[in-house]
């Protein structure tokens, strides 16, 4: 099989996976994204396990019976952060070399290229494919709260982790990725006619704003900590001392050491009130840890960087600010890279693109990488 000559039955796949509304809220949306995968994984012989969800769609956990314990983990997601409608909105289209619709590089173009990659293995005769387990989860959009531990337990033993997040606009793969967490703060005061009684008021909002400013004292953007209160509700009526008032916060750091001293901080500022009378209730934690380039993630950069080579692609490598779940792997000690998915940008807005050149050429590279840490890891066995 030549991955290249495959492209228009790719991008035909891609075109009803991007069609289907899968936001991490919808449930069945991502479990028909599932369903549409399920008959190319069992094709070649992989064996599915649905990890059902209540509220959200099943994660997968998908295993060639041949090999009972993979070395190669593939992580990537299926949902999105798009509604239900987007689709019907703005469908899948192709203009002038790229592909337009929700989802269509974060990832829907990534989940046609696990398998189109898992495909051409197996087609050359080459068992790496067997060598590989994958994981699709429903929930990475909103922090990936119930596949985390399912992440975690299945890259227990792996030797390689590689998350399909797309691939930057310059091509880069991700070495590096900030931290982050997510906090809300909830003031309760006590509510009062601002006109008639106002002393006997005990306003949140003033409460909360003493604490937006304290949080945001506490960034230091030169060493990679953000702190950002995003979004605040509160307030009955414009003549009352607001009884309630919450704070949504957004927070991102360079370093573990950086995620627990600023953790620590922020339940220091909350800890007390500043306007007598009112009282502030915290919750939330730092949700992914920092993606360090540290020398596992490094060496095995410098493998993907070699197979690139020889298939004539430079690789490159930057960091990022976003999170994802190549967070877990890399804190766990596994060997980790991330954006190894197809070219593209503007992820998460109306703009997102795929470039579609990029399909095939990083399909064949994750097959060859795939190969070549399957290898390696046969060569570690043997010595
Ligand atoms: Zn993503």
Redesign the pocket.
Same mark, same amino acid.
């Given at each position: 099989m030549n991955v290249q000559s495959k492209e228009k039955e790719m991008l035909a796949f891609l075109e009803r996976l991007v069609n289907i509304d899968s936001g991490s809220n919808n449930k069945a949306g991502v479990n028909e994204v599932g369903k549409e995968l399920i008959p190319y994984f069992e094709k070649i012989g992989y064996e599915i396990t649905k990890v059902k969800q209540d509220e959200a769609g099943d994660h997968l956990i998908i295993k060639h019976p041949a090999q009972k314990k993979a070395s190669i983990l593939i992580v990537a997601?299926m949902d999105t952060v798009f509604e239900e409608g987007t689709a019907k909105e703005r469908p899948f289209s192709i203009r002038e070399g790229r592909a337009y619709g929700p989802g269509v590089i974060?990832?829907k173009a990534s989940l046609v290229s696990v398998i189109y990659a898992l495909r051409y293995l197996k087609e050359i005769n080459s068992n790496a494919y067997q060598d590989v387990q994958v994981i699709l989860n429903s929930d =990475? =959009?909103v922090g990936s709260l119930t596949s985390r531990p399912i992440i975690e337990k299945e890259a227990y033993e792996k030797s390689y982790a590689l998350i399909m =997040?797309?691939a930057r606009r310059d091509g880069s793969v991700v070495t590096e990725r900030r931290g982050s967490g997510r906090f809300t703060i909830e003031v309760h005061g006590k509510a009062a006619h601002s006109g008639i009684e106002p002393e006997k008021g005990r306003s949140a909002i003033e409460e909360l704003a003493h604490k937006i400013l304290k949080l945001h004292e506490l960034n230091d953007h030169e060493h990679g900590i953000s702190v950002n209160v995003g979004i605040i509700e509160g307030g009955d009526a414009v003549n009352t001392v607001s009884a309630m008032a919450i704070g949504h916060l957004d927070v991102r750091v360079a370093t573990l050491k950086q995620a627990e001293e600023v953790e620590h901080k922020i339940e220091e500022v909350c800890a007390s009130s500043d306007v007598t009378g009112t009282e502030i209730e915290l919750t939330g934690d730092m949700r992914r840890p920092p993606m360090l380039k540290n020398k596992k993630n490094e060496k095995l950069f410098h493998i993907v960087k070699k197979v690139g080579a020889e298939l004539g692609i430079e690789i490159k490598d930057t960091k990022t600010g976003g999170g994802?779940d190549a967070s877990f792997t890399s804190a766990m000690g596994i060997p980790t890279i991330d954006g190894l998915g197809p070219i593209g940008g503007n992820?998460h807005s109306d703009k997102e693109y795929l470039e579609i050149s990029s399909l095939t050429e990083r399909t064949l590279l994750l097959a060859k990488v795939i190969e070549r840490l399957a290898e390696e890891n046969n060569k570690v066995q043997q010595t």
């Open positions: 997601h974060d990832m =990475e =959009e =997040e797309p994802s992820a």
